[in-house]
C-alpha cells in the first residue's frame, strides 16, 4: 500500500473550519425546527430542548437560557470521556444554537403554521433531525442527549437515532405534567421518530463508503494521485489477464461515497481507457473510516 502524506496545516484548517460552518448550518436547522414549529404549537420534543420547552411552558422562562445551564453539565462529562477536540465543537454548537434561538424568537413572531399541527410536527421534527444529523456528520453535537448518544456510539454498534430515541421518551411523555394534553404528548411521539429517521438517514448517507478495482498501465501515477488529492490508501495487486496471459497491476481503493467523481475525474484525466469497476460496500472500518465497535 502506497505511504500517505500527512495533511498540510492549510488543508487541517480548512477541514476544522468547514466541519464548524457545517455545525452552524446545522444548528440553524435544528433553531428553526423547535422555535418556528414546535414549540409555537405546544409540541414537546425530546433531550435537553424537551426540557428547556417544559419550562418555559411551566414558568415562562426562556428557552436558550435553560439549554445552556443543562448543558453545560453534560459537557463536563463529555470533556471526560470524548475529549476536547469534540468538546470544543460542542461547545461552539452549543453557543451557536443559543443565540440563534433568540434571534429567530425575535425575528419570527409564533409560528408559520397555525391550526395545522400534524404539519407543524412533520416539518419541525424535520428539520431538528437533519440539523442534528449535519452536526453529527461535521464530528459535533448539539449537547444534552446527543452527548450521550456519541459516547454510547464511541463503544457500541448501535444507531445514533435508536440511542436518542431511547433517551427521549421518557422527557416527552412528562410534557404530560404541564400541558395535560395526550394529543400534544402523542405528537411529540412523532416529532421524535421522524426525526430520529431523518438523523440516521442523514449520518449514514454521509457514511457511506465505496470501493474500486483499477486496472491501468499508468497505475503508478493513478494511484499517486488518489494518495496526494483524496489521502486515501491505494493497494496494488498482481493479476494476470486470461485471455492475453499478460501481467497487470489492480488497483484496489475505499473511499467515501462523495468522493466518487473525483476519483472518476482524476482516472479519466490519467487515463481514459482504464478499466473501473465500483461497487457499494455495507461498511468500511479502520483509519478514515468507522471505529471498530463490538459487544
Excluded at 430542548?49 to 443543562?70: D, E, H, K, N, R
Excluded at 428539520?127 to 453529527?136: D, N, R
Excluded at 497491476?249 to 462523495?258: D, G, R
Aim: glycine share 8%.
Amino acid at each position: 500500500m502506497n505511504q500517505m502524506k500527512p495533511l498540510t496545516k492549510s488543508q487541517q484548517f480548512f477541514r476544522e473550519t468547514k466541519d464548524y460552518l457545517m455545525i452552524a448550518l446545522g444548528m440553524l436547522m435544528y433553531g428553526v425546527g423547535w422555535t418556528v414549529f414546535l414549540l409555537p404549537n405546544d409540541i414537546p420534543s425530546g433531550a435537553v430542548p424537551g426540557i428547556a420547552s417544559i419550562v418555559f411552558w411551566a414558568t415562562g422562562f426562556p428557552v436558550q437560557y435553560t439549554y445552556l445551564i443543562i448543558n453545560f453539565s453534560l459537557l463536563l462529562l463529555a470533556l471526560k470521556i470524548l475529549g476536547l477536540k469534540f468538546c470544543l465543537k460542542t461547545i461552539w454548537a452549543v453557543a451557536v444554537l443559543t443565540i440563534l434561538l433568540a434571534i429567530i424568537q425575535d425575528l419570527i413572531k409564533g409560528s408559520l403554521i397555525h391550526d395545522q399541527p400534524f404539519m407543524a410536527c412533520v416539518l419541525g421534527a424535520s428539520f431538528c433531525g437533519g440539523g442534528i444529523g449535519v452536526a453529527f456528520s461535521a464530528n459535533g453535537s448539539t449537547g444534552g442527549t446527543d452527548i450521550i448518544a456519541a459516547i454510547v456510539n464511541k463503544y457500541r454498534d448501535i444507531s445514533l437515532g435508536r440511542v436518542i430515541l431511547m433517551c427521549d421518551i421518557i422527557i416527552i411523555s412528562s410534557s404530560y405534567l404541564v400541558l395535560h394534553d395526550w394529543e400534544r404528548v402523542v405528537y411529540g411521539y412523532v416529532v421524535l421518530f421522524v426525526s430520529s429517521f431523518v438523523l440516521d438517514q442523514v449520518v449514514n448517507s454521509a457514511r457511506q463508503s465505496v470501493q474500486f478495482f483499477i486496472i491501468s498501465s499508468k497505475y503508478e501515477e493513478i494511484g499517486k494521485r488518489i494518495n496526494l488529492d483524496l489521502h486515501r490508501g491505494v493497494t496494488f495487486i498482481d493479476g494476470v489477464g486470461c485471455y492475453t496471459h499478460n501481467n497487470v497491476k489492480m488497483m484496489f481503493v475505499l473511499a467515501k461515497k462523495s468522493e466518487s467523481n473525483t476519483i472518476f475525474r482524476l482516472i479519466k484525466d490519467i487515463d481514459p481507457g482504464a478499466f473501473v469497476s465500483q461497487s457499494a460496500v455495507i461498511g468500511v472500518f479502520g483509519e478514515g473510516f468507522d471505529r471498530i465497535k463490538v459487544r
